[in-house]
């Protein structure tokens, strides 16, 4: 599989918003649940949200109310909206399956200043 192409990270205020997309290619997007997953300097990757092919989202209790996940499988593209962004959000954030059936991508680069 081809690896997803992550974007619209950037520098932001602490307090601020960025909205991430991800394009992700084949049938694989729209049978499976997609994750937004980010790693700090440091740390394990984590995931931080998730949408099924359906209507379910999960998200981590450190940006419920702040984060939304979004797809839209006729683009074939994941959406994370991030709302009141904090230091500690600052990561390298990428999109994968569930089950991680693509390999990772580079990422986009979300940095929050204070």
């Given at each position: 599989q081809?690896?997803?192409v992550e974007s619209g990270g950037g520098l932001v205020q602490a307090g601020g918003s960025l909205r991430?997309?991800?394009v992700a290619s084949g049938s694989i997007?729209?049978?499976?649940?997609?994750?937004?997953y980010?790693?700090?300097?440091?740390?394990e990757r984590e995931l931080v949200a998730s949408?099924?092919?359906?209507d379910y989202?999960?998200?981590i209790d450190s940006v419920k109310g702040r984060f939304t996940i979004s797809r839209d499988d006729a683009k074939n593209t994941l959406y994370l909206q991030m709302n009141s962004l904090k230091a500690e959000d600052a990561a390298v954030y990428y999109c994968n399956t569930?089950?991680?059936h693509y390999p990772w991508g580079q990422g986009t680069q979300v940095t929050v200043s204070s």
């Open positions: 081809v690896q997803p991430l997309s991800c997007f729209r049978l499976n649940t997609m994750g937004w980010r790693q700090a300097p440091g740390k949408h099924s092919n359906g989202t999960l998200y569930n089950r991680l």
